[in-house]
């Protein structure tokens, strides 16, 4: 276990998975992280990759070949090599193994920054491409915020607030697969508010969210977060039935379409780097 620690912040992170375990603010003295009780969801914010969602039938066919990755992938079970760069800097590295390249024919260089800067949070992810032929990737975040957070609050005292969109257009889940079929929440200024039966059947996948920033709020104090991301074009929205959180996840990559033809160059959101680039994404979060 990494702790980072600065005058506002105090941060946990676990070299498995590389994943973020305590978001504590010294000022609120709130945990804003789920606590991953596992009568609801046994993890508090996965790095999702090299897939995001599920693959149909769980495999996917690259250069005639057929190949099986768990949902969401394998990075987030993956023993990370992690280092401690300053008091508010750490990072974590990831590469392939000979496991992985059963499961996963690419050579890559996974890398998650963690750095707090004051009140704030951020996540820096780096996809290098280490082999010869283009490297075909997914990648997502999965962060989970207590609701509630305070104990003078109840899950429909919350609601999330994003700074562009009115109306929000989902894809409906299909055994975990992208349906066809959509449906449509309108956001009277600009709020969803938090109820357990959004999630009852499974999360909600946006395509077209136009937000960059979406706000963590409730009706009863002014304590929340301000989660903010760029360049992720689908974005899920889940919990587990009636627990107490809520998972605010930006994706480059989404679960297979129920008509996928799961050859891996045409799944929807793909990403693609050539010998040698690099690929960056970001998100990060500001108590208060």
């Given amino acids: 276990m990494i702790t980072l620690e600065n005058d506002y912040l105090k941060v946990s992170l676990a070299a498995k998975g590389a994943e973020l375990q305590s978001l504590f603010s010294k000022e609120t003295k709130i945990e804003y992280l789920w606590n991953a009780d596992p009568k609801y969801w046994a993890k508090h914010s ?26 969401h992938g394998f990075a987030r079970d993956q023993v990370f090599s992690a280092q401690k760069i300053s008091e508010t800097e750490a990072i974590f590295t990831l590469s392939q193994t000979k496991d992985t390249l059963k499961i996963y024919p690419f050579h890559f260089n ?29 990648l997502g975040a999965h962060p989970a915020f207590a609701v509630p957070n305070t104990p003078d609050t109840v899950y429909e005292d919350y609601y999330l607030a994003f700074n562009s ?28 508010n938090l109820k357990h039966n959004l999630f009852y059947n499974d999360a909600l996948v946006f395509k077209t969210m136009q937000s960059n920033c979406i706000s963590l709020l409730n009706t009863k104090n002014e304590f929340g977060l301000h989660f903010h991301f760029e360049d992720f074009p689908f974005f899920g929205i889940w919990a587990t039935p009636d627990a107490p959180f809520v998972c605010l996840e930006p994706w480059c990559g989404v679960a297979d379409g129920v008509n996928h033809i799961q050859q891996l160059e045409y799944k929807e959101g793909i990403n693609r780097l050539e010998k040698g680039e690099t690929w960056t994404r970001f998100w990060e979060a500001e108590c208060f």
């Fill in 110 to 138: 996974l890398k998650l920054k963690y750095q707090i800067i004051d009140q704030k949070l951020n996540l820096t992810y780096e996809v290098i491409n280490t082999g010869t032929d283009d490297l075909l990737f997914s």
């Fill in 46 to 71: 996965p790095v999702l990759f090299p897939i995001v969602g599920a693959l149909k039938d769980e495999s996917f066919i690259y250069k005639g070949k057929n190949y099986h990755l768990p949902r």
């Fill in 165 to 192: 969109d009115e109306k929000l257009t989902y894809w409906k889940l299909d055994g975990g697969l992208v349906a066809n079929e959509t449906d449509s929440i309108e956001l009277g200024g600009h709020k969803l």
